[in-house]
C-alpha cells in the first residue's frame, strides 16, 4: 500500500499563487504515475496535471500555462505549482499515483492511490 500525503491549500485571491506538495510513503521511481485532480463542488473528479517516470507530463487544458508539475524522486514527492489562480480553480485537489504509466485525459479509476485531499479557495 502506498500513502500519499498533501500539503499546501488555502486561500488565495484571483490571480495569486499557491504550491501544492504530495509526499510519498515509497520510493517515487516505483511509482510510474503522479499527478494531481480537483474536485469541485457539484462535479465529478477530473485530472489537472499528470507526470510519468520520464519526465513526460500531461495538463487539462484550462490549467495549462498557469500550473506546473514537478516529481522530485529524492524527496518523494511531487508537487503542483499553480500560477494566476482563478475562482473556477477552486475545489479539493487530490494527489493520486499508480504503479502504471499515464494516460491522458485520465480516469479517476486508473490510478490506484490517493490522498486525503486539500482544499484550494480561490476569491475573486
Known amino acids: 500500500q502506498v500513502h500519499l500525503v498533501e500539503s499546501g491549500g488555502g486561500s488565495v485571491q484571483a490571480g495569486g499563487s499557491l504550491m501544492l506538495t504530495c509526499a510519498a510513503s515509497?520510493?517515487?521511481?516505483?511509482?510510474?504515475?503522479m499527478g494531481w485532480f480537483i474536485q469541485a463542488p457539484g462535479k465529478e473528479r477530473e485530472g489537472v496535471a499528470l507526470i510519468n517516470q520520464g519526465g513526460s507530463t500531461y495538463y487539462a487544458d484550462s490549467v495549462k500555462g498557469r500550473f506546473t508539475i514537478s516529481l522530485d524522486t529524492a524527496k518523494n514527492t511531487v508537487s503542483l505549482l499553480m500560477n494566476s489562480l482563478k475562482p473556477e480553480d477552486t475545489g479539493m485537489y487530490y494527489c493520486a499515483a499508480d504503479l502504471h504509466g499515464c494516460g491522458w485525459p485520465p480516469a479517476s479509476s486508473a490510478l490506484g492511490f490517493w490522498g486525503q485531499g486539500t482544499q484550494v479557495t480561490v476569491s475573486a
Open positions: 515509497t520510493y517515487t521511481d516505483r511509482l510510474n504515475c
